[in-house]
C-alpha cells in the first residue's frame, strides 16, 4: 500500500474557522499593522514606473455597475472581485520592495493584502476582521513554504497564495468549513505558476503580475463557491493532486502549533528596493564604499562575494550579469553591488534606463565572482530561530588596499528590525508623489484595528497624478 500523503488542509480549515481577533497576541496585532502599512506604501510607490501606470489606467476602466464588488487602491469605483485583487496585489509587488519570509520557498505574504482589501467593496468589514484574515493568510502561506520547496520542482512561490488567499478571504466572507474547502480546492484546480517567470535572462513584468494572478485566481474561487458550485475531491492529497503535482511531500511539522505562534512577526520588510537576497549586498557596498574611500569603480581590482545557495540559485547565475530591465536587475546581486557602489544609495532611481548600460556598471559587474559556503547554505535551511542569511563581500583596489564586510541579518529583519519610524519614512518617499496627505493616511491605517469600515478607510487613499 502506498505511503500516505500527509494533507494540512483539513487542521487548517478548522484553523481559519475558530480564529478571532481576540486570539491574536498583542505583537502580532502591530506587526500586522506594520506590514499594511508597508505594503501599502509599495502599492503606492509602485505608481513611480510608468509601466505599472498604464496598466492601473488599463483596468481602471473595468468598473462595475452591480452592487458590491471589490474595493482597488486609490479607485472610488468599483472593479469585479478579481479585477480588485490582482490590481491591489500587482501594485504590492511591482517594484519587489514588499516584505518577505524565506524557507524551503521564498514568500512575500503581503501579495495576499491585495485580496482582502478588495473584499471591503464585497462585504462589510471591520479593521479587526481585515488584521485577523491577514495574521491567518501570512502564517498559512509562511507555514507552507517551511513544509516543501516549490522552486526545487520547477513551480513557482506563488501557487501557495492560491491556498492563504483563499482560506484568508473565505474567513472574511463567512464561509463554512465545506465551502472553505471548495474555494481552495477551485483555486488549485485550476492554477499553476511556472518558476520560469522568475528564470533566464529576461525576467519579464510578469515577475511582478505573477502574486496578483495568483490573488486573482483566489478571488475567481470564492466567486464561484459564492455562486454554489463545488471543488473537486482530494485537491491536496489525490493522485493528481498538489502534493503530487506540485509541492512533493509537506512537512507535517511545519504545520504545528496552529494559534499558539503566529509566524507575521517573523518575515522581514525590505529596506533596500532589491529581491530579499541582495539586502546584504546592498549593505556590503555601502560599508566597502565608506571604508575605502567612495572609489572610482575602474580603481576596483575584484569582488568576491560569499553567500548561500538562494543567493547563487536566485540572483547570482551567469544570467544575472547583463540586466536589461528593471525585473532582471533587481533580481542581480551583481547590479546591486555595482550600481550601490557607484552612487552610494539602491533606490528607484538606480534602474533608470543608462544605469543598465552604465559601462563602468557593466565592466565593475564582470570582475565581481560569488562563492558559495556550505556552511552558509546550512544556515540558511536550518530551522526558522537559528536560520541566518550570512554573506560578505570583499573589495580589493588597484593601489593594493582592500576591505572587507560580512553580515548575517539585513536590516528589517526580525533580528535587526526596522523601526515604526523608519517603516514611515520608507512609506513617504513612496508615496510622496501621489498621496495628497500622507500624515492623515498614515494615521489613518495604523489606527486601522479600531477602524469600524475598511470600505470607508480606504476611501481616505486619494491619488494625485493618475
Known amino acids: 500500500m502506498a505511503d500516505e500523503v500527509y494533507n494540512p488542509l483539513p487542521s487548517l480549515i478548522d484553523f481559519a474557522t475558530r480564529l478571532r481577533y481576540e486570539d491574536l497576541p498583542a505583537n502580532v496585532v502591530h506587526e500586522t499593522k506594520r506590514r499594511i502599512v508597508d505594503s501599502l506604501g509599495t502599492a503606492i510607490g509602485g505608481l513611480n514606473d510608468e509601466r505599472l501606470r498604464e496598466r492601473r489606467a488599463f483596468f481602471t476602466k473595468r468598473l462595475i455597475t452591480y452592487d458590491g464588488g471589490g474595493a482597488a487602491y486609490g479607485l472610488d469605483g468599483r472593479l469585479s472581485l478579481p479585477d480588485a485583487a490582482f490590481l491591489n496585489s500587482t501594485m504590492t509587488r511591482w517594484l519587489d520592495y514588499n516584505d518577505t519570509y524565506l524557507a524551503l520557498e521564498p514568500a512575500h505574504p503581503s501579495d495576499n493584502l491585495g485580496l482582502l482589501f478588495a473584499i471591503a467593496g464585497a462585504k462589510s468589514l471591520s479593521g479587526r476582521d481585515l488584521i485577523t484574515a491577514a495574521a491567518l493568510a501570512y502564517d498559512v502561506q509562511c507555514r507552507f513554504t517551511e513544509a516543501a520547496s516549490l522552486r526545487a520542482r520547477g513551480w513557482d512561490h506563488v501557487n501557495y497564495i492560491l491556498i492563504s488567499a ?77 502534493v503530487n503535482q506540485l509541492s512533493g511531500p509537506l512537512d507535517p511539522a511545519a504545520f504545528d502549533d496552529l494559534g499558539g505562534r503566529f509566524l507575521i512577526a517573523d518575515t522581514y520588510i525590505k529596506q533596500h528596493v532589491v529581491e530579499y537576497h541582495s539586502q546584504t549586498v546592498v549593505d556590503h557596498a555601502l560599508a566597502l564604499r565608506e571604508k575605502l574611500g567612495n572609489p572610482a569603480l575602474n580603481e576596483i581590482k575584484d569582488v568576491l562575494i560569499r553567500g548561500y545557495e538562494a543567493q547563487l540559485t536566485i540572483i547570482g ?125 498614515l494615521d489613518a491605517f495604523w489606527a486601522i484595528d479600531e477602524a469600524p469600515d475598511v470600505a470607508a478607510l480606504l476611501s481616505k487613499v486619494t491619488l494625485k497624478g493618475v
Not at 478571504?169 to 480546492?185: E, H, W
Not at 547590479?335 to 539602491?346: P, R
Request: hydrophobic share 40%.
Open 317 to 441: 547565475d551567469e544570467s544575472k550579469r547583463h540586466p536589461t530591465t528593471k525585473e532582471t536587475a533587481d533580481h542581480s546581486l551583481y547590479f546591486a553591488f555595482a550600481a550601490t557602489m557607484l552612487e552610494g544609495e539602491m533606490t528607484l532611481r538606480q534602474y533608470r534606463p543608462e544605469m543598465l548600460t552604465n559601462p563602468d556598471v557593466l565592466a565593475l559587474i564582470q570582475r565581481i565572482r560569488f562563492e558559495e559556503v556550505p556552511q552558509w547554505t546550512e544556515a540558511y535551511f536550518a530551522p526558522a530561530a537559528e536560520r541566518q542569511f550570512a554573506s560578505s563581500a570583499a573589495a580589493s583596489l588597484r593601489d593594493g588596499r582592500s576591505a572587507v564586510h560580512a553580515e548575517n541579518f539585513p536590516h528589517g529583519h526580525p533580528h535587526n528590525p526596522m523601526t515604526d519610524a523608519e517603516i514611515e519614512a520608507k512609506f513617504a518617499a513612496l508615496t510622496q508623489p501621489f498621496l495628497a496627505d500622507q500624515r492623515a493616511v
Open 166 to 242: 483563499a482560506l484568508a478571504g473565505a474567513r472574511l466572507l463567512g464561509f463554512d468549513k465545506q465551502q472553505m474547502y471548495n474555494a481552495v480546492a477551485f483555486a488549485l484546480s485550476s492554477h499553476g505558476a511556472m518558476r520560469q517567470a522568475r528564470e533566464g535572462s529576461y525576467l519579464s513584468e510578469q515577475k511582478n503580475m505573477a502574486a496578483g494572478d495568483a490573488v486573482r485566481g483566489a478571488a475567481w474561487a470564492l466567486e464561484k463557491v459564492l455562486s454554489g458550485s463545488h471543488g473537486p475531491a482530494e485537491i491536496v492529497e489525490g493522485k493528481h493532486g498538489f
